[in-house]
């Protein structure tokens, strides 16, 4: 856990643990930021981390979250220093604060052009890159899975085995996350192999419209099934997805509708986080944030 006492600086900023009554505040910096999420994702990612925000005056100035999965795996995120206050070294305090504890763990966080040089004073290296599409999808060409292959609807019973998969892909078990976005996901496809599932993809709402992701494919041709499925699902609607550049889809994407408008740096500090051979791959991420 995060501490639970902390000084203010010479400069009044005040670090302490966030709370669920901060989140209304939280949610106007990223407003502020011009960053699309909305209350219901905070509030999901928050119920699966624990955060802090930077006081001042009794205003909240900054945010950061991290999340623990399994006992040595973390990602951070929603690092966030209101306009006003930028460039006095508050997100390097916000940092400083949330790796406490993690010595020894591998640590994943997603960087804007804003953040890559700090977090690479803090110890964290450059692995890839995310390519973040989005914009109103239009119908997609179906992919045909070869043969013994075939796109289904999640089982009510199948959340073990789709933990499994993420946590093979992703290299951190997240089960709770998994298990949560199941309930909430308004569609959730597997990519099932002779009656064993190997993939698997959702459609949720997010931000301005809906997201797809995670995708976890055994392979390019599995994602895009997947991708196109969901994305013919929401045809003529919002819709983001954050891919991992590597996956090769970038061009497809853009065939209907998804244009690329960010890319962040995927960074880790610690031991990889690639998944072992034979693993299923993680082609979209949940959010930025989570990973």
Known sequence: MLAQTFTTAADGVLLR??????????????????????????????????????ERDGEVIATGLRWRWGERHATIGLVVVSPACQGRRIGHRMMSALLEGLDGHTVLLHATAQGRGLYERLGFMRTGE???????????????????????????QEAPALQALDAAARGMPRHALIQDLLDS??????LDHEGEP??????????????????????AEGAKALIAHLAGLNAGHFTRIDIDFASGLAEWLESFGLLRVDAPTTMVRGASVAPPPGAPALFAIVMQALG
């Open 130 to 156: 995310i390519r973040q599409h989005q914009g109103v999808a239009q119908p997609a060409p179906l992919v045909a899975p070869g043969p013994g292959w075939r796109l289904r609807p999640a089982g009510l």
């Open 17 to 54: 643990p966030m709370t669920s009554a901060d989140l209304p505040r939280a949610h106007a910096l990223t407003t502020e930021m011009r960053w699309p999420h909305r209350p219901a994702d905070w509030e999901l990612a928050f119920s699966h981390g624990e955060g802090l925000v930077a």
């Open 185 to 190: 996901a308004e569609a959730c496809v597997v």
């Open 198 to 219: 190997k993939g698997f993809a959702m459609l949720r709402r997010f931000g301005r419209g809906h997201a797809i992701g995670p995708v976890v494919a055994p392979d």
